[in-house]
């Protein structure tokens, strides 16, 4: 049984950092998306970054580019979410993902983290 846990989350006042981990278990990765996503209160979910699992390859969403970094740690099957420069506008409960390479549709999702930026 595929799981995904996130952790991490917490109230950073703006300007902090943050870093969320996804453990992943039940299953090898290899040929799978790694994806982060967010929800704030009011508006629907949406992508912030991914990354290959066998590449590393990585892409995010304009809003977060050059203040968050997702990477991965093979040994521990775990996934990163490196957030720097936090604003308000980030707060927001952050999901981990996964789906296969070339399927779009996610096909795990993590229980979220909240994570809660103060001005």
């Known amino acids: 049984q595929v799981q995904l846990v996130e952790s991490g989350g917490g109230l950073v006042q703006a300007g902090g950092s943050l870093r969320l981990s996804c453990a992943a278990s039940?299953?090898?990765?290899?040929?799978?998306?790694m994806g982060w996503f967010r929800q704030a209160p009011g508006k629907e979910r949406e992508f912030v970054a991914h990354?290959?699992?066998?590449?590393?390859?990585?892409d995010y969403a304009r809003s977060v580019k050059g203040r968050f970094t997702i990477s991965r740690d093979n040994a521990k099957n775990t996934v990163y979410l490196q957030m720097t420069s936090l604003k308000p506008e980030d707060t927001a409960v952050y999901y981990c993902?996964?789906?296969?390479?070339?399927?779009?549709?996610?096909?795990?999702w993590g229980q979220g983290t909240q994570v809660t930026v103060s001005s």
């Open positions: 993902a996964a789906r296969r390479s070339g399927i779009f549709t996610y096909d795990y």
């Open positions: 990354l290959t699992w066998d590449y590393g390859n990585t």
């Open positions: 039940g299953r090898t990765f290899s040929n799978y998306v």
